[in-house]
């Protein structure tokens, strides 16, 4: 099974509903051998593809491509320190 993100949402417990959905959904195809399911994920995906095999047993195997397993902490390394300064200053005065 390949499975991208939901674009337009961020949530990370929608898209993990999404991937539990479409598991459901394959398993009950006659083609499929319902224990034999896999994900492959780049990315965000890769991330899900981890989380979904520790938490959902119906999982067997996983391809998990460069994922991205922090995203909170990724961004932080990547944006300088003052920008990511007045990031936050713009959140707690918006949010």
């Given at each position: 099974m390949?499975?991208?993100?939901?674009?337009?949402?961020?949530?990370?417990?929608?898209?993990?509903?999404?991937?539990?959905?479409a598991i459901?959904?394959?398993?009950?195809?006659?083609?499929?051998?319902?224990?034999?399911?896999?994900?492959?994920?780049?990315s965000?995906?890769?991330?899900?593809?981890?989380?979904?095999?520790?938490?959902?047993?119906?999982?067997k195997?996983?391809?998990?491509?460069?994922?991205?397993?922090?995203?909170?902490?990724i961004?932080?390394?990547?944006?300088?320190?003052?920008?990511?300064?007045?990031?936050?200053?713009?959140?707690?005065?918006?949010?």
């Open positions: 390949s499975a991208t993100s939901r674009f337009a949402s961020t949530r990370s417990t929608e898209q993990h509903e999404d991937f539990r959905n459901t959904w394959t398993q009950l195809q006659s083609e499929v051998d319902p224990e034999r399911i896999g994900l492959w994920g780049f965000y995906s890769g991330g899900h593809a981890l989380h979904l095999a520790a938490f959902d047993p119906r999982v195997a996983i391809v998990a491509q460069m994922p991205t397993v922090n995203a909170f902490l961004s932080r390394r990547l944006t300088s320190h003052l920008k990511w300064r007045n990031s936050q200053r713009c959140f707690h005065l918006t949010g």
